[in-house]
Protein backbone atom coordinates (compact mmCIF):
# COMPACT_ATOMS: atom_id res chain seq x y z
CA UNK A 1 0.00 0.00 0.00
CA UNK A 2 1.56 3.35 -1.09
CA UNK A 3 1.93 5.55 1.64
CA UNK A 4 4.73 8.32 -0.26
CA UNK A 5 2.61 9.97 -3.29
CA UNK A 6 4.57 12.02 -5.50
CA UNK A 7 3.41 13.95 -8.42
CA UNK A 8 3.57 13.75 -11.22
CA UNK A 9 4.99 10.36 -12.41
CA UNK A 10 6.91 12.10 -15.02
CA UNK A 11 7.35 15.20 -16.66
CA UNK A 12 9.31 16.25 -20.32
CA UNK A 13 10.90 20.33 -20.36
CA UNK A 14 12.87 21.93 -22.11
CA UNK A 15 16.17 23.52 -21.37
CA UNK A 16 16.09 26.99 -18.54
CA UNK A 17 12.71 26.11 -17.71
CA UNK A 18 11.21 25.97 -13.86
CA UNK A 19 9.92 22.36 -12.55
CA UNK A 20 8.14 21.72 -9.36
CA UNK A 21 7.54 18.10 -8.00
CA UNK A 22 5.52 17.09 -5.03
CA UNK A 23 5.51 14.60 -2.01
CA UNK A 24 3.12 13.89 0.73
CA UNK A 25 3.77 11.30 3.08
CA UNK A 26 1.06 9.87 4.99
CA UNK A 27 3.04 7.83 7.79
CA UNK A 28 3.36 10.17 10.52
CA UNK A 29 7.80 10.54 9.75
CA UNK A 30 9.20 12.91 11.00
CA UNK A 31 12.00 12.75 8.28
CA UNK A 32 11.84 13.27 4.76
CA UNK A 33 14.46 13.03 1.79
CA UNK A 34 15.13 13.62 -1.91
CA UNK A 35 16.93 11.49 -4.24
CA UNK A 36 18.56 11.41 -7.36
CA UNK A 37 19.18 8.08 -9.32
CA UNK A 38 21.00 9.09 -12.64
CA UNK A 39 20.38 7.43 -15.74
CA UNK A 40 23.34 4.60 -13.99
CA UNK A 41 21.01 3.67 -11.21
CA UNK A 42 23.09 5.62 -9.47
CA UNK A 43 20.87 6.83 -6.03
CA UNK A 44 22.29 9.76 -4.48
CA UNK A 45 21.34 11.83 -1.18
CA UNK A 46 20.25 15.44 -2.43
CA UNK A 47 18.25 16.91 0.82
CA UNK A 48 16.97 15.97 3.60
CA UNK A 49 14.30 17.27 6.06
CA UNK A 50 13.26 16.83 9.79
CA UNK A 51 10.36 18.49 11.06
CA UNK A 52 10.06 21.46 8.41
CA UNK A 53 13.60 22.28 8.82
CA UNK A 54 16.21 21.42 6.13
CA UNK A 55 18.87 19.24 7.99
CA UNK A 56 21.10 17.89 4.88
CA UNK A 57 22.40 19.86 1.77
CA UNK A 58 24.70 17.49 -0.29
CA UNK A 59 26.39 19.93 -2.63
CA UNK A 60 23.52 20.11 -4.99
CA UNK A 61 23.31 23.00 -7.90
CA UNK A 62 21.40 26.51 -5.92
CA UNK A 63 18.82 26.02 -9.30
CA UNK A 64 17.09 23.00 -6.70
CA UNK A 65 15.38 23.99 -3.55
CA UNK A 66 13.36 21.54 -1.41
CA UNK A 67 10.18 23.33 0.38
CA UNK A 68 8.72 22.17 3.57
CA UNK A 69 5.23 23.08 4.54
CA UNK A 70 5.17 20.78 7.24
CA UNK A 71 6.31 17.32 8.04
CA UNK A 72 4.38 14.99 5.58
CA UNK A 73 4.93 17.31 2.83
CA UNK A 74 8.68 17.99 0.58
CA UNK A 75 8.49 19.44 -2.85
CA UNK A 76 11.59 19.95 -4.73
CA UNK A 77 11.47 23.47 -7.27
CA UNK A 78 14.02 23.38 -9.92
CA UNK A 79 14.60 26.48 -11.25
CA UNK A 80 16.01 26.57 -14.44
CA UNK A 81 16.54 22.88 -15.79
CA UNK A 82 20.02 21.52 -17.49
CA UNK A 83 19.99 18.29 -19.19
CA UNK A 84 22.21 16.69 -16.66
CA UNK A 85 18.78 17.21 -14.37
CA UNK A 86 17.26 14.48 -16.48
CA UNK A 87 16.66 11.46 -13.49
CA UNK A 88 14.31 9.77 -11.03
CA UNK A 89 14.09 11.99 -8.53
CA UNK A 90 12.81 9.58 -5.34
CA UNK A 91 11.23 11.03 -1.97
CA UNK A 92 11.54 9.20 0.95
CA UNK A 93 10.36 9.00 4.40
CA UNK A 94 11.64 7.44 7.86
CA UNK A 95 10.80 7.48 11.48
CA UNK A 96 13.57 9.62 13.43
CA UNK A 97 13.55 6.63 16.36
CA UNK A 98 12.12 3.72 17.13
CA UNK A 99 12.88 0.15 15.75
CA UNK A 100 12.27 1.49 12.52
CA UNK A 101 14.54 4.31 12.77
CA UNK A 102 16.13 5.05 9.52
CA UNK A 103 13.99 2.91 7.23
CA UNK A 104 13.26 4.38 4.50
CA UNK A 105 9.96 4.09 2.45
CA UNK A 106 9.87 5.27 -0.62
CA UNK A 107 7.73 6.66 -3.60
CA UNK A 108 7.34 5.83 -7.26
CA UNK A 109 9.22 8.40 -8.19
CA UNK A 110 9.25 11.05 -10.80
CA UNK A 111 11.30 10.51 -14.12
CA UNK A 112 12.15 14.01 -15.64
CA UNK A 113 13.48 14.56 -18.91
CA UNK A 114 15.36 17.70 -20.23
CA UNK A 115 14.86 18.36 -23.86
CA UNK B 1 34.10 9.32 3.70
CA UNK B 2 31.46 7.46 4.48
CA UNK B 3 30.61 4.91 1.74
CA UNK B 4 29.12 1.37 -0.13
CA UNK B 5 30.78 -0.95 -2.59
CA UNK B 6 28.69 -3.67 -4.04
CA UNK B 7 29.07 -6.20 -6.69
CA UNK B 8 28.84 -4.87 -9.62
CA UNK B 9 25.95 -5.95 -12.04
CA UNK B 10 24.30 -7.77 -14.04
CA UNK B 11 24.44 -10.99 -12.04
CA UNK B 12 22.82 -13.98 -14.07
CA UNK B 13 21.84 -17.21 -11.66
CA UNK B 14 20.09 -19.79 -12.60
CA UNK B 15 17.06 -21.19 -10.68
CA UNK B 16 17.73 -22.94 -8.05
CA UNK B 17 21.12 -22.12 -7.80
CA UNK B 18 22.87 -20.03 -4.57
CA UNK B 19 23.78 -16.35 -4.76
CA UNK B 20 25.64 -13.95 -3.15
CA UNK B 21 26.03 -10.29 -3.47
CA UNK B 22 28.94 -8.75 -2.34
CA UNK B 23 28.98 -5.39 -0.26
CA UNK B 24 31.39 -3.89 1.71
CA UNK B 25 31.52 -0.32 3.23
CA UNK B 26 33.26 2.42 5.34
CA UNK B 27 32.21 4.09 7.85
CA UNK B 28 34.80 7.04 8.81
CA UNK B 29 32.45 9.28 10.26
CA UNK B 30 29.30 7.23 11.70
CA UNK B 31 30.37 5.43 15.34
CA UNK B 32 27.31 2.77 15.01
CA UNK B 33 27.12 1.80 11.56
CA UNK B 34 22.95 0.69 10.12
CA UNK B 35 22.95 -1.59 7.55
CA UNK B 36 20.20 -2.30 4.82
CA UNK B 37 19.14 -3.95 2.05
CA UNK B 38 16.64 -2.51 -0.21
CA UNK B 39 15.57 -4.24 -3.45
CA UNK B 40 13.53 -2.86 -6.28
CA UNK B 41 11.39 -5.67 -8.54
CA UNK B 42 10.13 -4.78 -11.66
CA UNK B 43 7.47 -2.28 -12.15
CA UNK B 44 7.77 -1.60 -8.46
CA UNK B 45 9.17 0.70 -5.87
CA UNK B 46 12.16 0.89 -3.68
CA UNK B 47 11.77 -1.33 -0.64
CA UNK B 48 13.32 -2.61 1.92
CA UNK B 49 14.50 -6.10 2.10
CA UNK B 50 16.15 -6.27 5.85
CA UNK B 51 17.92 -4.12 8.21
CA UNK B 52 20.58 -5.36 10.68
CA UNK B 53 21.83 -2.60 13.20
CA UNK B 54 23.87 -4.55 15.44
CA UNK B 55 27.22 -5.85 14.41
CA UNK B 56 27.56 -9.63 14.16
CA UNK B 57 23.52 -10.16 13.54
CA UNK B 58 22.17 -11.58 10.95
CA UNK B 59 18.82 -9.85 9.55
CA UNK B 60 17.05 -12.17 7.15
CA UNK B 61 13.93 -11.92 4.68
CA UNK B 62 12.32 -13.88 2.10
CA UNK B 63 15.08 -16.31 1.92
CA UNK B 64 17.69 -14.07 1.78
CA UNK B 65 20.12 -13.15 4.85
CA UNK B 66 23.30 -10.56 5.60
CA UNK B 67 25.47 -10.79 8.37
CA UNK B 68 26.48 -7.51 9.74
CA UNK B 69 30.85 -7.86 9.85
CA UNK B 70 32.54 -5.27 11.52
CA UNK B 71 35.68 -6.66 11.61
CA UNK B 72 36.04 -6.88 7.32
CA UNK B 73 33.33 -4.29 7.30
CA UNK B 74 31.04 -6.12 5.61
CA UNK B 75 27.28 -6.71 4.78
CA UNK B 76 27.14 -9.84 1.73
CA UNK B 77 23.51 -10.92 0.78
CA UNK B 78 23.52 -14.57 0.36
CA UNK B 79 20.38 -16.93 -0.66
CA UNK B 80 20.64 -20.61 -0.91
CA UNK B 81 18.51 -21.08 -3.63
CA UNK B 82 17.29 -18.34 -5.76
CA UNK B 83 13.89 -17.99 -7.34
CA UNK B 84 12.83 -16.36 -10.81
CA UNK B 85 10.55 -14.13 -9.09
CA UNK B 86 14.06 -12.80 -6.92
CA UNK B 87 15.11 -10.84 -10.30
CA UNK B 88 15.83 -7.35 -9.15
CA UNK B 89 17.78 -4.84 -8.48
CA UNK B 90 19.49 -4.67 -5.13
CA UNK B 91 20.82 -1.93 -3.07
CA UNK B 92 23.61 -1.96 -0.07
CA UNK B 93 23.09 0.54 1.93
CA UNK B 94 24.35 2.37 5.24
CA UNK B 95 23.02 4.37 8.04
CA UNK B 96 23.51 5.17 11.41
CA UNK B 97 25.06 8.59 11.63
CA UNK B 98 22.42 10.55 13.57
CA UNK B 99 23.58 14.10 13.23
CA UNK B 100 23.49 13.56 9.26
CA UNK B 101 20.39 12.21 8.46
CA UNK B 102 21.17 10.63 5.40
CA UNK B 103 21.16 6.99 3.96
CA UNK B 104 23.96 6.03 1.87
CA UNK B 105 23.52 3.43 -1.13
CA UNK B 106 25.74 1.58 -2.94
CA UNK B 107 25.43 1.40 -7.04
CA UNK B 108 22.89 -1.58 -7.16
CA UNK B 109 23.02 -5.02 -8.35
CA UNK B 110 21.28 -6.38 -10.89
CA UNK B 111 19.84 -9.85 -10.55
CA UNK B 112 19.12 -11.85 -13.82
CA UNK B 113 17.40 -15.29 -12.23
CA UNK B 114 16.93 -17.60 -15.64
CA UNK B 115 14.25 -20.17 -15.12
Known amino acids: ETAVFQTPNYHVTQVGNEVSFNCKQT?????MYWYKQDSKKLLKIMFSYNNKQLIVNETVPRRFSPQSSDKAHLNLRIKSVEPEDSAVYLC??????????????FGSGTRLTVL | GDSVTQTEGPVTVSESESLIINCTYS????????LFWYVRYPGEGLQLLLK?????QKGSSRGFEATYNKETTSFHLQKASVQESDSAVYYCALGGDTNAYKVIFGKGTHLHVLP
Open chain 2, 52 to 56: VITAG
Open chain 2, 27 to 34: ATSIAYPN
Open chain 1, 92 to 105: ASSPRWGGDAETLY
Open chain 1, 27 to 31: LGHDT
